[in-house]
């Protein structure tokens, strides 16, 4: 049986294991902010693509979808589409972006949501920005505006979710909730609200009033921002 190799050994086979090694170095010492897109792509698909130069993947990856955020949110069908992408690569970019949702989730769960409104976006922007069909969601808050949980109540088309008034108030009183935040996403990229939106709010809003749970606000997700009908006028 032949010997097995040493870590060492084989990074001495790696011939871009020096390049592999000064990337990292550089992003223990400045961190992300230090770093172009491909370079911290690249960083990212050393775990899926070993002992190979990942700068060309990470240049076409981001050249096909844009910046490092939408390559990571990009669906998997569209992913693989791309030459030199395989199942690895998807996962590894998955998985960061199930913990980019996730570390923006434990900073806005069970905390104050009126107070903490800018982690609220920013958890929101990072969830459902970049979706690439519509997604409802409904944030429960307690009677001290903690946020007790966000329920995907919905999913539809690149246009289109229905919603059911109904089981939003029905949710709510089971989560023992006094208030509710409505959030959902377009994916064409614009948060200004239609005239479905709206009406469907005031659905909502007549439900909710009836059960004397308030609805603090409506946002409307989109990769240029958001839109929030309190700030409009239109809640």
């Given at each position: 049986m032949a010997p097995k190799k040493s870590d060492s050994a084989i990074d001495k086979a790696d011939p871009n294991a020096g390049h592999r090694e000064r990337l990292r170095a550089r992003f223990v010492k400045g961190g992300a902010a230090a770093m172009p897109d491909y370079e911290l792509l690249e960083l990212t698909l050393f775990a899926a693509v070993p002992r190979k130069d990942t700068k060309p993947l990470a240049k076409t990856l981001l050249a096909r979808f844009g910046g490092f955020a939408d390559v990571i949110a990009a669906p998997r069908e569209r992913?693989?589409?791309?030459?030199?992408?395989?199942?690895?690569?998807?996962?590894?970019?998955?998985?960061?972006?199930?913990?980019a949702a996730r570390l923006a989730q434990t900073r806005v769960i069970g905390r104050?949501?009126?107070?903490?409104?800018?982690?609220?976006?920013?958890?929101?922007?990072?969830?459902?920005?970049?979706?690439?069909?519509?997604?409802?969601?409904?944030?429960?808050?307690?009677?001290?505006?903690?946020?007790?949980?966000?329920?995907?109540?919905?999913?539809?088309?690149?246009?289109?979710?229905?919603?059911?008034?109904?089981?939003?108030?029905?949710?709510?009183?089971?989560?023992?909730?006094?208030?509710?935040?409505?959030?959902?996403?377009?994916?064409?990229?614009?948060?200004?609200?239609?005239?479905?939106?709206?009406?469907m709010t005031r659905e909502v809003a007549a439900a909710a009033k009836a059960l004397g749970i308030?609805?603090?606000?409506?946002?409307?997700?989109?990769?240029?921002?958001?839109?929030?009908?309190?700030?409009?006028?239109?809640?």
């Open positions: 992913l693989l589409e791309i030459p030199g992408v395989g199942d690895a690569v998807v996962s590894q970019l998955k998985i960061v972006e199930a913990a104050p949501a009126l107070s903490s409104w800018t982690a609220l976006l920013d958890y929101c922007m990072a969830v459902m920005a970049r979706a690439p069909a519509e997604e409802f969601h409904v944030l429960f808050l307690d009677r001290k505006n903690v946020l007790i949980a966000d329920e995907v109540q919905a999913r539809g088309t690149v246009d289109h979710t229905p919603v059911y008034p109904r089981e939003i108030v029905k949710r709510a009183l089971e989560h023992s909730a006094s208030a509710i935040i409505l959030v959902h996403n377009h994916p064409s990229g614009d948060p200004t609200p239609s005239k479905a939106d709206i009406a308030a609805i603090h606000d409506h946002l409307v997700i989109g990769r240029s921002g958001h839109a929030s009908f309190k700030s409009l006028g239109l809640l």
